[in-house]
């Protein structure tokens, strides 16, 4: 039996508040304001955010990815198609993703549905990849089990050695996804775990609900 004991490292929050009045009636556009602020505080890996996604066993599962776009206020990333991620997408296109700035004692939680984008916007996101990381899209057999380190390492030499002095094209299993909200919540930490909280709700024809809800 393993025992993790973990003391009182809690801490409490009082940088900012958080009014509904004073915020963006688009949450879309609040995002930006929150994402521009957290790297204008040069908060480590500002875009990083915890997707979540649920498998065909009714399993959640989560991992760390990184925001690379807001397209038509759709939230845009990129994965291997072959992915466990995007297996569970393929059968549940319902997913969440939250994003964590403790320097500015914030969160942001997103509910909503993602889909492929066009071949053509992951083709030109793919492009301005380091080429290191175009060639590990072609090397890399994204969640599957592997019989060691060097079996990739041998992989990537091989296709470095095959696209080496020219353009890496993308790989027909590697692309985008864009998660269209319908939910989006903001968190503001608060002393004495008050917090303050503000949720959207998605209505129709462009138009958001904006409520306080408790901590």
């Known amino acids: ?17 958080l009014k509904p009045e004073l915020l963006h ?3 879309v556009k609040q995002f930006q304001i929150w994402l521009n602020e ?3 505080a040069e908060v480590p890996e500002a875009t990083g955010m915890c997707l979540a996604t649920v498998g065909p066993d009714g399993q959640p599962s989560t991992r760390m990815l990184l925001l690379k776009d807001v397209i038509n206020e759709e939230f845009v990333f990129y994965t291997n198609y072959r992915s466990q991620k995007s297996k569970d ?3 549940n296109s319902k997913c969440a993703i939250n994003f964590y700035w403790p320097e500015l004692e914030r969160q942001v939680n997103i509910l909503g549905i993602a889909h ?5 916007i992951s083709d030109d ?3 301005t990849r380091p080429y290191k990381s175009q060639v590990g899209a072609w090397a890399s057999p994204q969640s599957e089990p592997i ?3 060097n079996f990739i390492k041998l992989e990537f030499a091989k296709y470095a050695a095959r696209f080496m002095g020219k353009p890496v094209p993308r790989p027909l299993h590697w692309g985008g996804y864009s998660l269209k909200p319908y939910s989006i919540s903001f968190w503001q ?3 004495n775990r008050l917090h303050d909280r503000v949720k959207y709700t998605y209505i129709d024809s462009g138009k958001w609900e904006k409520a306080r809800i408790a901590p």
């Open 1 to 17: 039996m393993v025992e993790i004991k973990i003391g009182d490292i809690r801490r409490d929050f009082s940088k900012k508040k």
């Open 25 to 27: 009636d688009n949450p």
């Open 38 to 40: 957290a790297i204008k």
């Open 89 to 91: 997408l393929e059968i």
């Open 116 to 120: 492929k984008v066009a071949p053509d």
């Open 125 to 127: 996101y793919f492009k």
């Open 147 to 149: 019989p060691s380190r």
């Open 189 to 191: 930490g608060r002393p």
